[in-house]
């Protein structure tokens, strides 16, 4: 059962990562001609075309894969509480319990932030080995990384330019403030669970 559970656990945040890549390359309007973006496109456009007529767009924000995102935790946290018997407290959310602890209402958004913050770590460490590998030649992965990433650079890239006019270590220092938070965030959960 143990290895089920994790199964579902780590479908179900892949399946809100991918969901989450579509927010973050509506935001950045991104180029949709990418591979790796048409894969995001074609993989989120069933679930989130029926709800654009009933939830509109905010600006540039995909409302419609938020709902999805916070619709796939309630789903997976339901079928651990009844399908499983598993607690609903916290123990598969830890970096984001205290939000589920300060109102239980609010446990999709504990998941959400522990998803994001593990796809903003991993989407920046894609950045620095895609940049580190293409060696300066166009490569759709590095093109990819660098269009989701760059809402999150720019602000830190006007403070702290490239280092020679070539070497951005701007997405070292994000990733870094993320590893952090993220033990930051599971110090504190791991205090509010026990």
Do not use: W
């Amino acid at each position: 059962m143990n290895l089920l559970v994790q199964l579902i656990e780590h479908l179900g945040n892949l399946i809100c990562m991918v969901f989450m890549v579509r927010i973050l390359l509506q935001i950045a309007q991104a180029d949709f001609n990418n591979p790796i973006s048409q894969f995001v496109h074609k993989f989120t456009y069933p679930a989130i075309n029926p709800l654009r007529s009933v939830i509109p767009d905010l600006g540039k924000f995909n409302t419609a894969a938020l709902l999805i995102i916070l619709v796939v935790i309630l789903i997976k946290l339901g079928i651990f509480h009844f399908g499983f018997g598993l607690p609903l407290n916290g123990n598969q959310l830890i970096i984001g319990t205290f939000i589920a602890y300060l109102n239980p209402g609010y446990i999709q958004l504990a998941g959400f932030i522990s998803i994001l913050v593990t796809l903003l770590t991993v989407l920046f460490i894609g950045l620095m080995v895609t940049s580190f590998l293409a060696g300066g030649q166009y490569n759709p992965a590095l093109m990819f990384f660098h269009q989701v990433t760059r809402p999150l650079l720019r602000p830190l890239q006007k403070i702290i330019p490239p280092i020679g006019g070539a070497i951005d270590i701007t997405p070292m220092i994000l990733l870094f403030v993320l590893l952090y938070l993220q033990k930051a965030l599971m110090e504190f959960g791991l205090r509010l669970v026990q």
